[in-house]
């Protein structure tokens, strides 16, 4: 990647906002980046907020991530 992005997934929250799980690299280093963005077209384009995480896979927060991601479904899937 040479300082671009692979979307993994968008989740609407409703019609003008939804959440992307991309993976961007900048500089050479590559991280995961969940981030808010919102539309002022109806969804023809979609513009990235302030709001969000960036997390590096080197730092070991990626698995701390994944884990608590497991844990969560475990609890929800109990639950119903």
């Not at 409703?14 to 002022?40: C, H, P, W």
């Amino acid at each position: 990647m040479a300082d671009e992005s692979k979307l993994l997934a968008a989740i609407d929250r409703n019609e003008r906002e939804r959440v992307q799980v991309a993976i961007n690299e900048y500089k050479g280093k590559s991280y995961l980046d969940i981030r808010i963005f919102y539309t002022t077209d109806n969804g023809d384009t979609w513009r990235p907020t302030q709001k969000g995480v960036t997390i590096y896979p080197e730092d070991g927060h990626l698995e701390t991530l994944r884990d608590a991601v497991d844990e969560a479904i475990k609890e929800f899937t109990a639950i119903e």
